[in-house]
């Protein structure tokens, strides 16, 4: 079984920036969409944001559009997120995960569609 590792959280100020890290020993790592996904206490799990196999098409929770970027390493199995202007309502685990199939067509906001889920990163944004 090949589990994400995430890395990067951390304890930040509102209007900071953090960058979170996944790395992944996926054989064939450049063939899957990753993902990443966050919950906050009390919250269900959601969507943030989704990166195709090729590097070229992204996907974002709209809250998060603008100030996140999600980009791939695919010589180094990583994928990042560079989160900007964090805001309190960012504060989570962030988990990175990857898609059950290659080359999938849309990038996919469901989390039935990612099949190998990393431990989590926290990340907390005070005011």
């Known amino acids: 079984q090949v589990q994400p590792i995430e890395s990067g959280g951390g304890l930040v100020q509102a209007g900071a920036s953090l960058r979170l890290s996944c790395a992944a020993s996926q054989k064939d790592f450049s063939w899957y969409t990753m993902a990443w996904f966050r919950q906050s206490p009390g919250k269900e799990q959601e969507f943030v944001s989704a990166?195709?196999?090729?590097?070229?098409?992204?996907r974002y929770l709209a809250s998060v559009e603008g100030r996140f970027t999600v980009s791939r390493d695919n010589t180094g199995n990583t994928v990042y997120l560079l989160m900007n202007r964090l805001e309190p309502g960012d504060t989570a685990i962030y988990y990175c995960?990857?898609?059950?199939?290659?080359?999938?067509?849309?990038?996919?906001?469901?989390?039935?569609?990612?099949?190998?889920w990393g431990q989590g990163t926290q990340v907390t944004v005070s005011s």
């Open positions: 995960a990857l898609d059950r199939t290659t080359f999938r067509l849309e990038l996919s906001a469901n989390r039935s569609d990612y099949d190998k």
């Open positions: 990166l195709d196999w090729s590097g070229r098409r992204t």
